[in-house]
């Protein structure tokens, strides 16, 4: 069954508790690293924000958790490491959340913390997570995939990194 947006409340995290978005540029860099979910017709949008395109790329997969569970209810009982490369950074951010679903669906598990370390358009990430536990984790959906809507990665003026896409729920 597709969810529409309208049944998913749509969440956003600065700093360890949710927040409003910040109006300048030095006070976003206050609030950094975070993600967002973003509207979109069909889906949800996932952006992670942050000093550096590994931690918004990091951020991103916080983000993408969040659309299935609370990511504070996840324990770090176990870690997995992935890597994987692309072409571009709007590729590498696809290639990435793409590499955190899999590992999601093949272990049955959930991830509440992400690692990431970009050199070139080479990423090695690690997630810390646990088995999913349909009572406590509660989840929401399943994301399916990463996509190339809305897809986004890129640093403003103020040194603030955006990492985005719609996801497919």
């Not at 969810?3 to 927040?19: E, F, Q």
């Not at 590498?92 to 913390?113: P, S």
Request: proline share 4%; charged share 25%.
């Amino acid at each position: 069954m597709r969810a529409s947006l309208h049944m998913l409340p749509v969440r956003r995290h600065a700093s360890g508790s949710a927040g409003t978005y910040p109006t300048k540029a030095k006070d976003m860099q206050h609030t950094l690293p975070r993600w967002e979910h973003f509207d979109h017709p069909s889906d949800i949008g996932v952006r992670g924000l942050g000093r550096s395109r590994d931690e918004a790329f990091a951020q991103a997969a916080q983000a993408l958790t969040a659309v299935m569970t609370d990511p504070a209810r996840v324990l770090a009982r176990e870690n997995v490491r992935v890597a994987c490369q692309a072409p571009d950074d709007e590729m590498l951010l696809v290639e990435w959340l793409n590499a955190v679903i899999y590992e999601m669906a093949t272990r049955k598990m959930i991830f509440g913390r992400f690692t990431v370390v970009c050199q070139g358009m080479h990423l090695d990430g690690e997630m810390a997570g646990e088995r999913i536990d349909v009572t406590r984790h509660q989840p929401a959906v399943e994301v399916k995939a990463a996509t190339v809507s809305c897809l986004r990665v890129a640093c403003d003026g103020a040194g603030v990194w955006t990492a985005e896409c719609v996801v497919d729920v």
